[in-house]
């Protein structure tokens, strides 16, 4: 896997938490439990705009089927 490297200045509570989760063995790295986080925020911000452009396609609640179309929707964005 290709890498970028890049200098970061944290909260001190962000880089506590992150060595914390370090030492019990949730992440290898402070590096790579950083990029868990991002990873995670633009999937969060992904499936924002996949139920922000449903909405607009129904005008209102998901259905069983519109549930089903988003999944599919972030299945692909996924892969990307």
Do not use: C, H, Y
């Not at 200045?9 to 992150?18: E, I, Q, W």
């Not at 949730?26 to 990029?35: E, G």
Request: a negative charge; proline letters at 2%.
């Amino acid at each position: 896997m290709t890498v970028a490297k890049v200098t970061v200045s944290l909260d001190p509570v962000v880089a506590d938490r992150a060595r914390q989760d370090v030492a019990a063995g949730k992440a290898r790295s402070v590096s790579a439990w950083l990029n868990d986080a991002g990873r995670a925020r633009i999937e969060g911000e992904d499936l924002a705009a996949v139920l922000a452009g449903i909405f607009a396609d129904t005008g209102g609640p998901l259905s069983d089927e519109e549930m089903e179309r988003a999944r599919q929707r972030l299945a692909v964005a996924e892969q990307r």
